[in-house]
Structure formats: C-alpha cells, structure tokens
C-alpha cells in the first residue's frame, strides 16, 4: 500500500468582498499518496487554484481565510502551524508551479540570482560557490542546454518553455515531497508542453515525489494521473481513480468535460464534427440555485436536483468511487 503524505479533510475557503461573503472552496477533502499524481479538473473559477493555494497557506488575509478543515501533510495539520514553522514546510517539502512563469520570475534579476536566492531561503549552510553549482545542477535536471550560460540571463531572454523549465528546477530545489502544478503548460505549445509533461513524469520517478497537477485539461489528466478529483463551483463533484473516472463518468459534469475532448481516427485524422459543449454558464458564487449547482445546465436534473434540500452529498458508487449527484448516471 502506498504511503500517504498529504490528507485534506473539508476544507472551507472564505473571500469577503464588496458584495458579501463567498465561499470559493465548500468542503474539500482530497488525499495524494508518495509517488503518485492527483488530478483536480474543472472550469475556471471552480476553486482548483484556491484549494492549491491554501494547502500552501497562501490565500491573503484579508480577503480570504481557511474557516473549516484539516490539511494533513504526513503527521502535521498545516493549519495549526505558525507563519514561521510553515515556512520551513512551504518550498522544502510542498513546492509550488504557476500557469505563467513571466509573472513568476523577477525580469531584473538572472535565473541564477533567482535559483540561488530559493537554495540560500532553504539550505542556508551552503556556500555561495555551492549555491551557484546547485543552480547549475538543477538547470542540467530539468533539460536546460548550456546551464552554465543560461544561469547569467535574464527570464526575457529565455522562450515560454525555458522558463516553465526554470520554475521546476526552482521548486525542485529542495526535492519536495510534494509538488503542486497549477496549469504549468497552458501557456504553452503543444510540442513544449508535452516536453515538460514528460520531464514532469521523469522528474517524479526519479524523485519520488507526489505531485497535485491541476487542469482543465481532461486529455493531459489521463496521461499524467493516478486520482482525479473533478470540482464544480468549490466543491468537488466526482473523485475516483483515472480509468475508473474515463471509462464509467457518474456526474453528468464529468460526462460533458469528457465528450468535450477532440477524438483522433487512425485512418482519417482528427474528426471533424463539432465538438460537444456543455451548454450554459458556471453560476456565480453569489447567487448559487437552491439545490444542485450544476441544475441548470444538466439534461438528467428533475425536481429534487432543484429542490430546497442543499447541494448533494459526494456518496460512494463504487470502489474508491465517489459522486456528489442524485441522478448518479448508470
């Protein structure tokens, strides 16, 4: 049995804004095991980034705050933690990668003045000299060619790729237990982002590492993940584990997102159909329907879905197999 290193028991998210409290994360609870991958789908604005965010306990405050929960890294709830006790955890056992590397990198300094800097924060014992050689170390990891010249330019000088490149050997500085991937190859071309989701994969068998990849993505979550957690307006609709997810979807949700993705025939190419869509638009958080949020864009919702009752309980259909629906799809 694998170990399990990281447990998130009901987390509840919080923003106030202008217009009144939301709750952007309802009750989350999610579990990733040492070397393997969990995948979190949905559309923007279902609460995938936010829920990352606060297992890094880097939502602000204010607006935001962690009302409920538990988030478990091996036998520590980060949550009770101090700002000082979760530094140390953040960056040298749970590393974090953004969508976009531009906003990430500083574009005054170089990559080395920026790798070093994260090796100094977390490894202060190590010469400056040792610091430079670790730079350099990570950058050969990652596939950078010529690391010795690229650690003295700057992020601009650098493509789309190289940059993602530079952030995983930024967050992979310390050799996490965990590393959480938020959208890290949508900016990217298709050629690219398949060389960082093979290095990802590569890296991960090397390290040992459990990774979070979070997506909207359905066709790069069946490539890259163990478990998938599907979210729908901050909670979490279906979980189960890959093929169980693809070959027998539950919610109706999860149906639509799979339909959605563009077939390939060996013969001919690509189809060319239209792709199914998913009509409607997500609610907003502030004025979710009674009932099921999904309602108004499902075909199978009846009167219980939009009935007074709350949003349905995410209940077992199967093995590790579970579903937040009341017309489960059989």
């Known amino acids: 049995m694998s170990e399990r290193i990281l447990e998130v028991k009901d987390l509840v998210v919080e923003f106030n804004t202008d217009r009144g409290r939301i709750t952007a994360v309802d009750g989350v609870s999610l579990e990733l ?8 789908v949905g559309e923007s604005g279902s609460g995938k980034s936010v829920t990352a965010l606060a297992i890094m306990r880097l ?16 036998d520590k709830d980060l949550l009770k933690l101090s700002i000082e006790e979760m530094r140390k955890i953040r960056g040298n056992k749970v590393a974090m990668i953004f969508q976009e590397p531009m906003t990430s990198l500083n574009p005054v300094y170089t990559i080395g003045n920026q790798i070093e800097e994260v090796v100094e924060l977390h490894q ?20 950078i060619p010529s690391p010795e010249k690229r650690i003295i ?8 790729g190289m940059r993602q490149r530079v952030m995983i050997a930024m967050s992979l500085a310390c050799e996490p237990d965990i590393l959480i991937a938020d959208e890290p190859t949508t900016a990217l071309d298709v050629t690219i982002q398949a060389q960082i989701l093979d290095l990802m994969r590569k890296l991960q068998k090397e390290l040992g590492m459990g990774i979070i990849f979070i997506t909207h993505d359905l066709g790069v979550v069946a490539e890259m993940c163990n478990q998938v957690a599907v979210m729908y307006c901050g909670q979490i609709v279906e979980k189960a584990d890959v093929k169980t997810l693809f070959a027998n979807p539950k919610h109706p949700y999860t149906k639509g997102l799979i339909h ?4 390939f025939d060996s013969t001919s190419g690509m189809k060319k159909e239209k792709l199914p869509t998913i009509e409607g638009m997500v609610p907003s958080l502030f004025d979710l329907p009674p009932g099921c949020s999904f ?7 009846t009167e219980t879905c939009r009935g007074m009752n709350g949003r349905p309980k995410l209940e077992m259909v199967g093995s590790d197999h579970l579903v937040s629906c009341f017309n489960p799809i059989n």
Not at 33 to 40: A, F, P, R, S, V
Not at 133 to 140: G, H, M, P, T, V
Not at 153 to 160: K, N, T
């Open 59 to 74: 939502i602000a405050s204010p607006p935001g705050h962690i009302s409920k929960g538990e988030i478990k890294f091996k």
């Open 124 to 143: 202060p014992h190590l010469a400056k000299n040792a610091r430079h050689l670790k730079a350099i170390e990570l950058l050969k990891l990652v596939g």
């Open 153 to 160: 330019e700057y992020p601009h000088q650098l493509s789309g």
């Open 295 to 301: 309602q108004d864009r499902c075909k199978y919702a």
């Open 260 to 263: 959605s993705i563009p077939s």
């Open 33 to 40: 095991n040492k070397g393997e991958t969990l995948g979190i």
